[in-house]
């Protein structure tokens, strides 16, 4: 399947894309990036050059995905939100050399305006609420909110709240699909069918 690009968005020589990509309106993509396949970038989104995408990822419109950003496959970042890859900036003290390095596992949605502070790492298929603003490691499954974010919850694969103490034991079905999930030792796990 062929790649769209829109006339105004820019492909730096050298980045990679996979089959079935959509770059539109102004975007950037540099010419370290590798980018799997069928992902969307929407308008006005910039992908730096130590940036590695898997299949399917969707970044929305006005999203920077800075050097030393990792996104697996199908993650989804809501419009506006925003990486960082330097802990203690200054204008004025060069720190290139101190980029500290985000995992975002796969099918993990960061929400609307959500700021992910680098060095951490984000669990598959958690879920950061719009606005929350992470600065520690988030587990699988967790739904996280606030500023900080905190762990509000557990959600499904499907994006589905699921009935679950936040520590414990305990188990859920995704209202949606049907899939199970087990809580053990603070861990969630879908429980094969």
Known sequence: MAKTIHPTAIVDEGAVLGDGCRVWHFTHISGGARIGRDCSFGQNVYVGNDVRIGDRVKIQNNVSVYDAVTLEDE???????????VHNPRAAVPRKDEYRRTLVKRGATLGANCTLVCGVTVGAHAFI??????????????????????????MSRHGERLSLPLQGDGEATCPHTGERYRLQNGRLQQVAP
């Open 75 to 85: 993650v989804f970042c809501g419009p506006s939100m925003v990486f960082t890859n």
């Open 129 to 154: 609420g719009a606005g929350a603003v992470v600065t520690h490691d988030v587990p699988d499954y967790a739904l996280m909110l606030g500023v900080p974010a905190r762990q509000a919850g557990w």
